[in-house]
């Protein structure tokens, strides 16, 4: 099926562990965002990629690290989770840039023990 | 910095009423601004984007205003509907970061 998809849906680690989060697009858009999302915080972005190879910070990146080898993938690594990351992660594409219409996905529920 | 705020945490209406939902931003004015619908559960989607230079802008029942001199953006939907009960957020990109506002829960009850 067309559209963003996200994998696993929820997760739950122990502090320390390395975790993944999978996001996958088959519109082809240019554009993918990671997002979080925290009671009283709203959506805060975590990285951005405008291209394959080409990624930038956003407003919370540290603890995360991203990467994307194709356009349609962009996942989200949680290199030594922390509770503090418990949280929901979204994953997002656009055609054009930032500040464009973004198409999200269903989210990952994260939870670190 | 950069911040955008929506005045209301939740929003009680009655069935057949506009809903009114307000979003004020900081600093700089943004080109654009969006809002978003988010039900329980889901990922926010796309509703309306409005640019610095259209007062209003429409879509069926809805309908997004922008002030730059108030910096503000108001968001209407009107003869709401109890499914129009959700969360509406508003974003705005500020020096390659989006910026959303923490939402607006809407109850619409019949």
């Known amino acids: 099926d067309a559209g963003i998809t996200q994998s696993p849906r929820y997760k739950i680690t122990e502090t320390g562990r390395q975790v993944t989060l999978m996001c996958h697009q088959t519109?082809?858009?240019?554009?993918m965002f990671w997002y979080r999302q925290d009671l009283g915080h709203g959506l805060r972005l975590i990285y951005y990629s405008a291209a394959a190879d080409i990624t930038d910070k956003g407003e919370v990146p540290d603890g995360y690290v991203v990467s994307r080898s194709k356009t349609e993938n962009f996942p989200l690594t949680l290199e030594s989770a922390t509770r503090s990351q418990t949280s929901v992660y979204f994953c997002a594409s656009g055609v054009a840039g930032v500040g464009d219409t973004q198409y999200f996905g269903p989210g990952t529920r994260l939870t670190v023990l | 910095s950069q911040k955008i705020e929506q005045n209301s945490e939740a929003l009680n209406i009655q069935e057949g009423k506009t809903a009114t939902l307000t979003c004020n931003y900081t600093?700089?004015?943004?080109?654009?601004l969006q809002w978003y619908r988010q039900d329980p559960g889901r990922g926010p989607v796309f509703l309306l984007l409005i640019r610095e230079n259209e007062k209003e802008k429409r879509k069926e029942r809805l309908k997004v205003t922008f002030d730059t001199t108030l910096k503000q953006s108001l968001f209407h939907i009107t003869a709401s509907q109890p499914a129009d009960s959700a969360t509406y957020l508003c974003?705005?990109?500020?020096?390659?970061?989006?910026?959303f506002g923490a939402g607006t829960r809407l109850t619409v009850k019949p």
């Open positions: 519109w082809s858009h240019s554009y």
């Open positions: 600093n700089y004015s943004p080109a654009y």
């Open positions: 974003a705005r990109e500020y020096n390659n970061d989006m910026r």
